[in-house]
């Protein structure tokens, strides 16, 4: 590791283990909070783990609610980091989730689309993939809305304490092929696993990177 990643992944630790709290749910644009900070978004299937790999990002415990009921999030969350303020994380509704009524997908749909394509802080967005399924074709979907919205975006892989080393092997190289594919996807695949702690370091300092670009 060069000095300057190494600076980085010590300044994203003490950050992170400092001050990381929950700023509102906003159901609606109207209610986004003033663009005054950078943002960093994270986006995933239901299911996916997001939850989990905040708590694990932030050092805690449950400060995104692990729901029982994949899909439940049907807002954006705004999480708060550093004081004074550096950036915010914002947790985005899980896709994917197959007994919502069309009106809601469509509603989740029109949410995160205005977002995307409207918010002029939004610095980077973490599409999280689960490694024990690779990129399904609602991350497909997921990828072409971020790249027609301009967004760059970063994949990271889930639970990858979950599968063999050589599964994971296959499925972190088959999700590089397509992110190569894709124009506003960064082209290094995050592995990790908000279990075991493998990853998280890194993607902080991504984090905490992309937030001061």
Known sequence: MDSDAEDLTERARKLFSGPVTFLKSAPALQFLPDPT???????????????????????????????VTPGRTQ?????????????????????GFAKAPPAVVEKWKRLVRDYLRGRVVLKRTLLLV????????????????????????????????????????????ATSVEARKHSAAFPQVHVTSAEKGLGIEELRAAILGDSET
């Open 75 to 95: 807002e954006l969350n705004f999480f708060e980091v550093g004081d004074p303020l550096r950036f915010r994380l914002v947790d985005m509704p899980g896709y």
């Open 130 to 173: 689960d490694a024990r399924h690779g990129v399904k074709a609602v991350d497909a979907e997921m990828m072409d809305m971020l790249d027609s919205a301009a967004v760059g975006y970063r994949i990271v892989l889930t639970k990858a304490d979950k599968i063999k080393a050589s599964e994971l092997d296959a499925v972190y190289a």
């Open 37 to 67: 900070a950078p943002e960093i978004a994270l986006c995933g299937r239901s299911n996916v783990g997001k939850s989990s790999l905040l708590n694990a990002v932030t050092g805690r415990k449950s400060i995104a609610r692990a729901s």
